[in-house]
Structure formats: structure tokens, C-alpha cells
């Protein structure tokens, strides 16, 4: 079955500093793997997803596969990064996901 | 505008007293989700419908049902809430559910049930 692993429960940082939220998942086939984030009183929305390739608030996510590692990245944090950020890759097909446990980012001034 | 809505936002039920809770979209989407969010922990998928076709996960108790009359609403029954049912429900939606290319799931604020 598909895992997913965030290491760090808390992850605070002071704004313009690097930021990296870890994530490791267990994967037999080619992953597409997801970060979702909840800001706060905020629904859970799609922050960004591999497959695009994109960045999104400054934030990017580059899949390793020799490390199993999806980390999102993030050069200057900005106290609006304050959330909860959610790794995600789906089920063994499709689009159902597995969330990882989740890291809290705060991002002080 | 809002794309997919959960009532009620905050749900008191008491032990064993059956509760429904509900979620519709203005999506249109195929894909339906219901998640159950215990605190301090990540959303777990109890089932999803592709239309009406429902799809149970492994290890979601008997005790949660649900029902997709249409597209645009999907319910999810608790028959006998437990002590241990208390959590945030999440709704969520998508276009699709084989093609995860441009495939996001969408999101309901969530309902937070308390049994008392």
C-alpha cells in the first residue's frame, strides 16, 4: 500500500529564511504526487503538484525518485506561509489520495 | 462562491443517536469524497462515489453509510456514533477519478461532529 511519511510535526522558521518540508513516500509504480495546504480558518486547497512542474507562491516541489523524496522548497518564507502543508501521493491508482501526517510551518517575524 | 459546501459547519449528536451530515457542489464533478479528520491527525478517505457508483475503503467501519442521490449532493450517515466518531468530516471533490493529470480535489470547510 501506498505510505507517505512527514517527518517534522512543527517546522518554524523566521520569514526570509530557506524553508524545506520533508516528505518520503513508498511507491511501486509512477508516482504523482501532491502538497495540499490548510491555512488557517481556511479550507484544505492544492498548493502544487509534480507532474506540473510549477511554482506556486514561491514554493516548488521536486520529485527524487532515487531518494523517494517529495520535498517542498521554498528560497524566502513569508508569514503567510503559515499553515499546514499536507504531502500527498494517491492510492495505488487514480486519483484517491493518501495524506501524509501533516507539518505545521510557522514562519515568525 | 462557494464550490462545495458542508452542513451543518458544527454538529452535536449525542451517543448512538444516528446523524447525517451533508455536502453538495456546484462543481459538476464526477468524483465525490468524504474524509474523516480526527485532531492532530491527516484526513483519512472513508469512501468516494464516481457518479453513483459507491466505493467503500478497507477499513471504513460499518457504521458510516452514505448516499449520492444526485450529482450535486452526497450525505454521509453515522448510524450509532461512537465516542471515538468525533472529528472534522471533510467533503471533497474532483472532475475525475482515473486521470490524476489536472485532477484536484476540492475542498468543503468541513463539519466538526461532537458525540456527547
Known amino acids: ?109 | 462562491d462557494a464550490m462545495v459546501i458542508q452542513n451543518p459547519r458544527y454538529q452535536v449528536t449525542q451517543f448512538g443517536k444516528p446523524v447525517t451530515l451533508s455536502c453538495s457542489q456546484t462543481l459538476n464533478h464526477n468524483v465525490m469524497y468524504w474524509y474523516q479528520q480526527k485532531s492532530s491527525q491527516a484526513p483519512k478517505l472513508l469512501f468516494h462515489y464516481y457518479d453513483k457508483d459507491f466505493n467503500n475503503e478497507a477499513d471504513t467501519p460499518d457504521n458510516f453509510q452514505s448516499r449520492r442521490p444526485n450529482t450535486s449532493f452526497c450525505f454521509l450517515d453515522i448510524r450509532s456514533p461512537g465516542l471515538g466518531d468525533a472529528a472534522m468530516y471533510l467533503c471533497a471533490t474532483s472532475r475525475d477519478l482515473l486521470q490524476v493529470r489536472d485532477n484536484e480535489q476540492f475542498f468543503g470547510p468541513g463539519t466538526r461532529l461532537t458525540v456527547l
Not at chain 1, 64 to 81: I, R, V, Y
Request: proline fraction near 6%.
Open chain 1, 1 to 109: 500500500a501506498q505510505r507517505v511519511t512527514q517527518p517534522e510535526k512543527l517546522l518554524s522558521v523566521f520569514k526570509g529564511a530557506p524553508v524545506e518540508l520533508k516528505c518520503n513516500y513508498s511507491y511501486s509504480g509512477s508516482p504523482e504526487l501532491f502538497w495540499y495546504v490548510q491555512y488557517s480558518r481556511q479550507r484544505l486547497q492544492l498548493l502544487l503538484r509534480h507532474i506540473s512542474r510549477e511554482s506556486i507562491k514561491g514554493f516548488t516541489a521536486d520529485l527524487n525518485k532515487g531518494e523517494t523524496s517529495f520535498h517542498l522548497k521554498k528560497p524566502f518564507a513569508q508569514e503567510e506561509d503559515s499553515a499546514m502543508y499536507y504531502c500527498a501521493p494517491p492510492m495505488e491508482y487514480g486519483n484517491k489520495l493518501v495524506f501524509g501526517a501533516g507539518t505545521i510551518l510557522r514562519v515568525k517575524s
